[in-house]
Protein backbone atom coordinates (compact mmCIF):
# COMPACT_ATOMS: atom_id res chain seq x y z
CA UNK A 1 0.00 0.00 0.00
CA UNK A 2 2.87 2.47 0.66
CA UNK A 3 4.44 1.82 -2.57
CA UNK A 4 0.75 2.53 -3.99
CA UNK A 5 0.51 5.65 -2.55
CA UNK A 6 3.73 7.22 -4.12
CA UNK A 7 3.11 5.94 -7.18
CA UNK A 8 -0.51 7.36 -7.54
CA UNK A 9 0.96 10.85 -5.91
CA UNK A 10 4.56 10.75 -6.74
CA UNK A 11 4.04 14.33 -8.01
CA UNK A 12 2.32 16.12 -5.84
CA UNK A 13 4.70 14.45 -3.23
CA UNK A 14 7.97 15.54 -4.44
CA UNK A 15 6.41 19.38 -4.84
CA UNK A 16 5.53 19.76 -1.31
CA UNK A 17 8.42 18.11 -0.30
CA UNK A 18 10.99 19.79 -2.35
CA UNK A 19 9.98 23.08 -0.82
CA UNK A 20 11.00 22.19 2.57
CA UNK A 21 14.07 24.12 4.00
CA UNK A 22 16.45 21.83 5.61
CA UNK A 23 19.34 23.74 6.14
CA UNK A 24 19.30 23.09 9.98
CA UNK A 25 19.39 19.03 8.96
CA UNK A 26 22.32 19.62 6.57
CA UNK A 27 24.12 22.19 8.82
CA UNK A 28 24.36 18.69 11.56
CA UNK A 29 24.97 16.25 8.87
CA UNK A 30 27.54 17.77 6.21
CA UNK A 31 30.43 18.61 8.84
CA UNK A 32 31.05 15.17 9.26
CA UNK A 33 31.57 14.20 5.80
CA UNK A 34 34.76 14.54 3.70
CA UNK A 35 35.44 17.35 1.33
CA UNK A 36 33.89 15.85 -2.40
CA UNK A 37 33.24 12.45 -0.17
CA UNK A 38 30.32 9.95 -1.55
CA UNK A 39 27.67 10.42 0.25
CA UNK A 40 24.49 7.67 -0.54
CA UNK A 41 20.81 9.47 -0.72
CA UNK A 42 18.66 6.01 0.62
CA UNK A 43 15.19 6.88 0.26
CA UNK A 44 16.28 9.72 -2.11
CA UNK A 45 12.20 10.51 -2.52
CA UNK A 46 11.96 14.22 -4.34
CA UNK A 47 15.48 14.08 -5.16
CA UNK A 48 15.65 17.52 -3.28
CA UNK A 49 18.86 16.57 -1.03
CA UNK A 50 20.83 14.60 -3.19
CA UNK A 51 20.74 18.12 -5.26
CA UNK A 52 21.46 19.94 -1.87
CA UNK A 53 24.82 17.48 -1.88
CA UNK A 54 25.89 17.65 -5.85
CA UNK A 55 25.46 21.19 -5.28
CA UNK A 56 27.74 21.13 -2.41
CA UNK A 57 30.51 19.28 -3.97
CA UNK A 58 29.99 15.88 -2.71
CA UNK A 59 29.42 12.79 -4.71
CA UNK A 60 26.44 11.48 -4.75
CA UNK A 61 24.42 8.14 -5.20
CA UNK A 62 21.10 7.60 -4.80
CA UNK A 63 18.00 4.75 -4.21
CA UNK A 64 14.52 4.75 -4.00
CA UNK A 65 11.96 1.87 -3.24
CA UNK A 66 9.13 3.90 -5.35
CA UNK A 67 10.11 3.80 -9.56
CA UNK A 68 7.98 7.25 -10.32
CA UNK A 69 10.24 9.05 -7.21
CA UNK A 70 13.50 7.65 -8.54
CA UNK A 71 12.55 8.95 -12.15
CA UNK A 72 11.43 12.10 -10.51
CA UNK A 73 14.28 12.60 -8.10
CA UNK A 74 17.12 11.36 -11.35
CA UNK A 75 15.14 14.54 -13.38
CA UNK A 76 15.55 16.79 -10.07
CA UNK A 77 19.07 16.19 -9.13
CA UNK A 78 20.53 15.17 -12.11
CA UNK A 79 21.98 11.51 -11.29
CA UNK A 80 20.53 7.81 -11.76
CA UNK A 81 18.54 7.28 -8.87
CA UNK A 82 18.22 3.16 -8.66
CA UNK A 83 15.02 1.40 -8.11
CA UNK A 84 15.51 -0.58 -4.82
CA UNK A 85 14.76 -1.35 -1.13
CA UNK A 86 16.76 -0.85 1.81
CA UNK A 87 16.99 -4.58 1.90
CA UNK A 88 18.03 -4.77 -1.41
CA UNK A 89 21.49 -2.74 -0.70
CA UNK A 90 24.63 -4.92 -0.82
CA UNK A 91 27.69 -2.58 -0.62
CA UNK A 92 30.97 -2.91 1.59
CA UNK A 93 32.56 0.16 2.75
CA UNK A 94 31.61 2.20 -0.14
CA UNK A 95 30.23 5.87 1.75
CA UNK A 96 31.37 8.50 3.37
CA UNK A 97 27.99 8.99 4.70
CA UNK A 98 24.56 7.96 4.65
CA UNK A 99 21.07 10.14 4.75
CA UNK A 100 18.13 8.45 5.43
CA UNK A 101 15.93 10.91 6.04
CA UNK A 102 12.24 10.25 6.56
CA UNK A 103 13.00 6.96 4.88
CA UNK A 104 13.49 3.92 6.85
CA UNK A 105 10.48 4.95 8.58
CA UNK A 106 8.62 3.01 6.30
CA UNK A 107 10.73 -0.72 6.99
CA UNK A 108 8.32 -2.72 8.90
CA UNK A 109 9.48 -2.92 12.89
CA UNK A 110 10.93 -6.11 12.71
CA UNK A 111 13.15 -5.63 9.59
CA UNK A 112 14.63 -2.17 11.21
CA UNK A 113 17.65 -4.06 12.29
CA UNK A 114 18.77 -5.63 8.91
CA UNK A 115 17.98 -2.67 7.33
CA UNK A 116 20.62 -1.10 9.89
CA UNK A 117 22.92 -3.38 9.26
CA UNK A 118 23.22 -3.16 5.22
CA UNK A 119 23.80 0.39 6.11
CA UNK A 120 25.92 0.00 8.22
CA UNK A 121 27.80 -2.44 5.68
CA UNK A 122 27.97 0.42 2.96
CA UNK A 123 29.49 2.70 5.39
CA UNK A 124 33.04 3.39 5.61
CA UNK A 125 35.03 3.72 8.85
CA UNK A 126 35.00 6.69 10.56
CA UNK A 127 31.72 7.40 8.60
CA UNK A 128 28.14 8.72 10.02
CA UNK A 129 24.54 7.80 9.02
CA UNK A 130 21.98 9.78 9.34
CA UNK A 131 18.50 8.92 9.69
CA UNK A 132 14.88 10.54 10.52
CA UNK A 133 11.68 9.24 12.45
CA UNK A 134 8.87 10.23 13.23
CA UNK A 135 8.35 10.10 17.13
CA UNK A 136 6.79 7.24 18.63
CA UNK A 137 6.52 3.52 19.26
CA UNK A 138 4.17 2.21 16.90
CA UNK A 139 4.04 0.73 13.82
CA UNK A 140 1.05 2.05 12.20
CA UNK A 141 -0.92 2.65 9.00
CA UNK A 142 -1.95 6.10 8.05
CA UNK A 143 -5.11 7.34 6.29
CA UNK A 144 -3.55 7.36 2.88
CA UNK A 145 -2.27 3.44 3.33
CA UNK A 146 1.37 4.35 3.81
CA UNK A 147 2.78 2.14 6.57
CA UNK A 148 5.05 3.83 8.87
CA UNK A 149 7.21 2.56 12.05
CA UNK A 150 7.45 5.22 14.54
CA UNK A 151 10.64 5.65 17.03
CA UNK A 152 12.15 7.04 20.03
CA UNK A 153 15.64 6.68 21.51
CA UNK A 154 14.55 3.06 23.16
CA UNK A 155 13.44 1.27 19.81
CA UNK A 156 16.21 2.87 18.12
CA UNK A 157 19.04 1.81 20.54
CA UNK A 158 17.57 -1.92 20.09
CA UNK A 159 17.69 -1.64 16.08
CA UNK A 160 21.25 -0.11 16.91
CA UNK A 161 22.37 -2.63 19.48
CA UNK A 162 23.59 -5.37 16.91
CA UNK A 163 25.97 -3.18 15.10
CA UNK A 164 29.89 -3.49 15.81
CA UNK A 165 31.58 0.12 16.24
CA UNK A 166 29.70 2.46 16.80
CA UNK A 167 31.96 5.80 18.05
CA UNK A 168 28.36 7.72 19.30
CA UNK A 169 25.15 7.91 18.72
CA UNK A 170 23.66 11.52 18.75
CA UNK A 171 20.02 12.25 18.30
CA UNK A 172 17.86 15.39 18.80
CA UNK A 173 14.13 15.91 18.26
CA UNK A 174 12.61 19.02 15.33
CA UNK A 175 9.34 19.58 14.36
CA UNK A 176 8.02 18.98 10.81
CA UNK A 177 8.21 22.00 8.72
CA UNK A 178 5.83 21.35 5.79
CA UNK A 179 2.64 23.77 5.84
CA UNK A 180 0.24 22.62 8.49
CA UNK A 181 2.01 19.53 9.57
CA UNK A 182 2.67 19.22 13.15
CA UNK A 183 4.94 15.92 13.41
CA UNK A 184 7.63 15.69 16.08
CA UNK A 185 10.27 13.57 14.45
CA UNK A 186 13.28 11.90 16.01
CA UNK A 187 16.57 12.62 14.35
CA UNK A 188 19.76 10.63 14.66
CA UNK A 189 23.38 10.97 13.79
CA UNK A 190 25.28 7.20 13.93
CA UNK A 191 28.84 7.44 13.98
CA UNK A 192 31.39 4.53 13.12
CA UNK A 193 34.55 4.40 14.55
CA UNK A 194 37.67 4.96 12.03
CA UNK A 195 39.46 1.74 11.16
CA UNK A 196 42.60 0.70 13.40
CA UNK A 197 45.67 2.06 12.57
Not at 53 to 58: A, D, E, K, N, P
Request: hydrophobic share 40%.
Amino acid sequence: MTLGYYTQHAEAYAHTTRTVDMAPLYARFLPHVPVGGLVLDAGSGSGRDALAFLQQGYAVEAFDASPELAQLASLHAGIPVKVMRFQDLDDTGRFDAIWACASLLHVPEREQPEAWRRLWRALKPGGVVYASYKLGQAERVDEAGRAFTDADEARLSEWLNPLRGIARVETWLTTDQRPGQKQTWLNALVYRQTAPR
